[in-house]
C-alpha cells in the first residue's frame, strides 16, 4: 500500500486515565516515536510529580497536552481514528490485527488519531463506534490486556513503520475533503433519529443495525459532501415525516 503516515498529523488520545503514571509514560513514548499530540478526556493529574516524573524526555509532550470534557470534542477535527480493543472483534469489518494496521489506512494523507481507553474497562460500545478502524493487538499468553502506555508504544512502533518521510508532507492536501470523525458522528445521530421515527429500527435492533452503517461508512471513507448530501436527504425525509402527521391531525 502507498499510503504513509504524516507523523505531523498523528495524535494520542487517552480516555480518563486514571493512573497519572500512565500518562506521563504514555507522554515519553511519544516523544520516543516523534508524536507531540497528546489529547486527555477527562484525566487524573496529569500534571502531578508522578507523571511529570514518569515523562522523563517526554515533558513537553505532557505538558502541551490538551484536555477534553467529552471524547467528541478530541476527535472533532480528525479524519481517521484507530481505537484500540483487547477483543479479536472478528465479526466486525472494522477490526485489523495491529501488525496489519495498513490495510485499514485512509486512502489520502489526513489527520490520524489512535484512542486508548481506560486502564480499567477499555472503550465503550458507543466509544468504539466513533473509530474508523478497531485495532487488537495480539498477545501470546493467557492475560490479553495490556498496561496502557505499553500499548501506545507498541502501537505507534507499528506505526513508525509507516511514517511518511518529512520532505514527502510539504504541500500534502491534508484531509482531501474526507469527512471529520465531528461530521460522522453528526451523520450516525441523524441516521439514528430518522430510522427510528420511520420505524425501520426497533430499540431492540438498534445496537446491531447501527454497526453495519459503522462499518460500511468506515470503509466507504465519505467526503464532507457525501456528508452533507447524506443529511440533506434525511432531512427531507423528516420533513416527509412531519408533513404526513400534520395530515393525519388534521383529518382528526
Known amino acids: 500500500m502507498s499510503f504513509r503516515v504524516n507523523i505531523e498529523n498523528l495524535s494520542v488520545i487517552l480516555v480518563e486515565p486514571t493512573h497519572p503514571g500512565n500518562i506521563g509514560a504514555t507522554a515519553r513514548a511519544m516523544a520516543n516515536m516523534g508524536v507531540t499530540d497528546l489529547r486527555l478526556v477527562l484525566p487524573e493529574e496529569h500534571l502531578s510529580e508522578v507523571a511529570v516524573k514518569r515523562a522523563a524526555h517526554g515533558l ?7 484536555v477534553h470534557d467529552h471524547l467528541t470534542d478530541a476527535l472533532h477535527d480528525l479524519h481517521w481514528v484507530g481505537g484500540t480493543t483487547a477483543r479479536n472483534r472478528k465479526a ?3 477490526t485489523v490485527s495491529l501488525p496489519d494496521i495498513a490495510q485499514a489506512f485512509p486512502d489520502h494523507s489526513c489527520r490520524m488519531g489512535l484512542l486508548f481507553g481506560r486502564e480499567s474497562s477499555g472503550l465503550s460500545n ?3 463506534a466513533l473509530c474508523t478502524a478497531l485495532i487488537h493487538i495480539p498477545t501470546h ?3 490479553t490486556s495490556l498496561n496502557l502506555s505499553h500499548a501506545v508504544m507498541v502501537t505507534l512502533y507499528e506505526m513508525s ?3 511518511q518521510p518529512a520532505s514527502a508532507t510539504h504541500g500534502a492536501d491534508v484531509g482531501s475533503g474526507i469527512a471529520t470523525v465531528e461530521e460522522l458522528a453528526g451523520l450516525r445521530q441523524h441516521l439514528k433519529s430518522v ?4 420505524d425501520f429500527m426497533k430499540t431492540h435492533q438498534e445496537t446491531g443495525i447501527m454497526k453495519r452503517f459503522d462499518d460500511f461508512f468506515a470503509r466507504a471513507q465519505p467526503t464532507e459532501h457525501e456528508i452533507r448530501m447524506w443529511r440533506g436527504m434525511l432531512h427531507r425525509v423528516e420533513i416527509t415525516i412531519r408533513r404526513s402527521l400534520e395530515n393525519v ?3 382528526d
Open 161 to 163: 513503520r509507516h511514517y
Open 195 to 198: 430510522l427510528t421515527q420511520t
Open 60 to 66: 513537553d509532550v505532557l505538558k502541551n497536552a490538551s
Open 141 to 143: 499468553g493467557k492475560a
Open 249 to 251: 391531525s388534521k383529518q
Open 92 to 94: 466486525q469489518d472494522r
Open 126 to 128: 458507543d466509544e468504539l
